[in-house]
T-cell receptor, first 116, second 113 residues
Framework: DAGVIQSPRHEVTEMGQEVTLRCKPI?????LFWYRQTMMRGLELLIY????????DSGMPEDRFSAKMPNASFSTLKIQPSEPRDSAVYFC??????????????FGEGSRLTVL | GNSVTQMEGPVTLSEEAFLTINCTYT??????LFWYVQYPGEGLQLLLK?????DKGSNKGFEATYRKETTSFHLEKGSVQVSDSAVYFC????????????FGTGTSLTVIP
């Protein structure tokens, strides 16, 4: 079975440009998470969805960040406008609801963003 | 609040050395505990888990025991290999927080031949 699929794997852009990161969760998983990983802050939860509905977006740094999940098989994380401090690896993860508390998160390989 | 604290890295060991990475937690409920591993250029993947006190999780020679009395979940391996070089994350999950996982900051391990 395919795992969590993220694209692009690498993105280099200039400050001020719009960036869109994409994620396809594992089929049947009804929870989807977006994390950001940096050397300074480690792994930070940005937002998570349950059945396509955003449940907690308190980790989204500011209004420049937005996330959507239009259907069960696709989510996007958008940064507009991007800034150099947004440079990080962004991970998407999913898990089935029936494994709440005892289950694991299944991570994608990440999208490495560099904003010049 | 809920949080995970793990030992600072980086850790550098010689092959076949004994490994311990300390992890302690605070939780408002009764958490499940996890160790995740991140190999270079990859996403995190589950290494082992324990869901109740005194449970021992184990995988690939790694072990960790859920100690409620000391709120700890230390990762150990008796003899590390070069292929164990990775970043290790301790994490907890609480069902009463809507499936939020709390991760530690990660400990980088390098094993040299």
């Amino acid at each position: 079975d395919a795992g969590v699929i993220q694209s692009p794997r690498h993105e280099v852009t200039e400050m001020g440009q719009e960036v869109t990161l994409r994620c396809k969760p594992i089929s049947g998983h009804d929870y989807l998470f977006w994390y950001r990983q940096t050397m300074m802050r480690g792994l930070e939860l940005l937002i998570y969805f349950n059945n396509n509905v955003p449940i907690d977006d308190s980790g989204m740094p500011e209004d420049r960040f937005s996330a959507k999940m239009p259907n069960a098989s696709f989510s996007t994380l958008k940064i507009q406008p991007s800034e150099p401090r947004d440079s990080a690896v962004y991970f998407c993860a999913s898990t089935p609801g029936r494994q709440l508390n005892t289950g694991e998160l299944f991570f994608g390989e990440g999208s490495r963003l560099t904003v010049l | 609040g809920n949080s995970v604290t793990q030992m600072e890295g980086p850790v550098t060991l010689s092959e076949e050395a004994f490994l311990t990475i300390n992890c302690t937690y605070t939780a408002t409920g009764y958490p499940s505990l996890f160790w995740y591993v991140q190999y270079p250029g990859e996403g995190l993947q589950l290494l082992l888990k324990a869901t109740k006190a005194d449970d021992k999780g184990s995988n690939k020679g790694f072990e960790a025991t859920y100690r409620k009395e000391t709120t700890s979940f230390h990762l150990e391996k008796g003899s590390v290999q070069v292929s164990d070089s990775a970043v290790y994350f301790c994490a907890l999950s609480l069902s009463n927080t809507g499936n939020q996982f709390y991760f530690g900051t990660g400990t980088s391990l390098t094993v040299i031949p």
